[in-house]
């Protein structure tokens, strides 16, 4: 066989062991789950005929590199600060060892996998094996797909508890998917919610005149309109003026439907000079978007980033994937991965725009580490082309349900995937003006996933020696601090089905913080400069001062007060708020 031929006469030296002769029935575990995730129930193995497609992430031959890279140009004291790479750069830089693809496809030749099934994604650093017959998956990883279903919502997915790698293959892949992630489409949480509020205190609320753009009105305490913010946010007169290049994108999952004709409403009332502007939906591994069945999350983020960035063009993605599911034959439950599905489609467009906001999230302990360190590098390769990717941190506090779930119910703090990951930026929420405070929903803390990057070493190790010994043992000291940076998060007037209603949690300040980004991006692309990627070495740096901090406040959660907002960054409203017209100063 052409591998073995080309490993026994291998001059290259590598940097690890290459068996000469795999031993694919010598199995070891990759990730497994001490019992089925909380709230699933198996209903049984899927019929026969059932197949998957299975994305391999391959481990790139530089571990460090694109990391590295991402740095590099994100770092405002480096001298490549804002020199993004390339698609095809990029593509270098996560490339794995030939060895390693072709020890890949050895296995997967010796399961007898088609090589035409099989094609290389995600800027190369993954194969992808359209597909493939369950029971086939099942003998790769030794694994047992079944479908199981949300007792809550009833959806299914086909996953399995555990999966395993040849002993020979572990050193060469990072993840195999699906497999043991239970996060369906359902099971991501939107994070956002309906405030209750009496129809009759809202029924005028659209016909107000809009507040000044320029004076914190003190109405804005009890109703945030786009006004608010903009006076807030000190984004003053700027008119943004590169929109032949400047893009906006916001990612819809869960079938959530955003509706032009609430948009143009909530526009006409309340930012009238905003009120022609639209959005292009894309859709992503069969997202629909139905306009006439408007829904609170897509319609929030619509709205609020419109409003604010008007007239940057935006990109509405809606992935699909979500039920009801078409439970035919061969796919009789969901095999789809929403975060994979739409880093798949975005990494291989020639054209990304340059901030994207997302509001959704997972208890970082229900998400696999394999799989979140993976699609957290993922995120690095948009950084490193020069995209700002922005993250709500969600809206649960420390945590609500707050055991760890690996049998021994260990009392925790519990953070949120992708708010964790350290190569995007985490949004939490602030409520209240003059001064802003810390809004109790807002979800921060600390990882225990991913290692405190060197970017926040002094801004946390600052707040956790302030803590002293309070809530030890139910954080991780040296994980990742989220989030970075907040915004308002709560009262936001939304229209759905041409009626006005509040909204909160920081679904309301990631499209905010993402358009206020946008706008910096339309500023230094229109001076000609690059825009400004991954913001968070920047934020850390010399963009602190562009920020408003916030010092009052705490995110409950847990049985306890949670963390509170104090002078400098802190696990509930990061760096604070942003200052449009310092941060302006500060990147131009
Ligand atoms: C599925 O295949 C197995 C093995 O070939 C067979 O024993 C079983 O009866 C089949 N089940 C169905 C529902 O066709
Ligand atoms: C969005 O619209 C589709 C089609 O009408 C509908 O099936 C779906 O339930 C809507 N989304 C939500 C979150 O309600
Ligand atoms: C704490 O975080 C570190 C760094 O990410 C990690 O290696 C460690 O396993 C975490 N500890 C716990 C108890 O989760």
Known sequence: M????????A??????????????????????????PRNWISVGLPPNGTTIDLRIALKPHRED???????????????????????????TLVAPHPDTVELVHAWLGHHGVPASSIRPSYNGGWLTITSLPASQADALLGASYQVYRHTETDETLLRTVEYSLPVDLHAHVALVAPTTYFGGPRALHRTSRLTPTAKHLLAGALDDPPESPTTVSSSCAGMIVPSCLQALYNTGSYTPTATDQNTLGITGYLQENASQADLTLFLSKLMPDAATADFTVVSVAGGTNDQNNPTLEASLDIQYAESLAFPTPTIFYTTGGSPPFQADENTPANTNEPYLDWLDFILAQSDIPQTISTSYGDDEQTVPPDYAQTVCSLFAQLGAQGVSVLFSSGDTGVG???????????????????????????????????????????????SNYFARPSYQDTAVSNFISGLGTQFSGLYNASGRGFPDISAQAENFIIVIGQEPFL?????????????????????????????????????????????????????????????SAVEGWDPVTGLGTPDFGKLQAIVG
């Not at 052409?2 to 006469?9: A, I, V």
């Open 11 to 36: 001059v290259v030296p590598l940097c690890f062991a290459s068996p000469i002769f795999p031993r694919w029935d010598d199995l070891e575990v990759k990730h497994a789950w001490s019992s089925v």
């Open 503 to 563: 909204a909160e949690g920081t679904s309301c300040a990631a499209p905010t913080v993402s358009a206020i980004v946008s706008l910096l991006n339309d500023y230094l692309i229109s001076q000609g400069k690059s825009p400004l990627g991954f913001l968070n070495p920047l934020l850390y740096s010399t963009g602190a001062a562009g920020l408003n901090d916030i010092t009052s406040g705490s995110n409950p959660g847990c049985n306890t007060d949670g963390f």
């Open 400 to 446: 609500d349900d707050c055991v760890s779930n690996d049998g021994l119910n260990t009392p925790m703090f519990l953070p949120n995937f992708p708010a964790t990951c350290p190569y995007i930026t985490a949004v939490g929420g602030t409520t209240g003006v003059n001064p802003e405070t810390a809004a109790g929903l807002s979800s921060g803390g600390f």
């Open 2 to 9: 052409l591998w073995r031929s080309s490993f026994l006469t």
């Open 65 to 91: 590199a694109l990391v590295g890279a991402l740095y590099e140009v994100s770092d405002p004291a480096h001298e490549k600060y804002g020199a993004h790479l390339s698609k095809e750069e990029v593509a």
